[in-house]
């Protein structure tokens, strides 16, 4: 089955406040990856980095989880997304080092980003 969920990110008003809660309920481990002005945290639920923590860009939004889906291209899956219905919360961004994604809302108002990892 192609397209699966890769990543998870959690976009929150309080990245330490968020952080403490998912040790204590899940006991996941933490470890700080922010490479800009903000902070980001990587998130370990046993085994691997599997999601993040960041500071919710879109400031006055609720904290929210966003789930990430594999894709070949993020640009042209965007552009489909919107040919499609979905509206373009964050159009396809590099994140050097590490990859290329962007944010969607589907036509139901679902939130959903799109996410390829650099190769190597």
Known sequence: M???FVEFELNTTDVEAGQAFYSRLFDWRFENDSTGSEPYVDVDTGGEVAGGIVKNPVAGDPSA?????A???V?????????????????????P????????ADPTGAVLGLWRTIED
């Open 75 to 95: 640009a042209e899956a965007t552009q489909k997304a919107r040919s499609l219905g979905a509206t373009i919360w964050k159009g396809a961004t590099e994140l």
């Open 71 to 73: 894709v070949d291209d």
């Open 97 to 104: 080092g590490h990859g290329t994604y962007s944010i969607i």
């Open 65 to 69: 989880w966003i789930p990430y889906v």
């Open 2 to 4: 192609g397209n699966p």
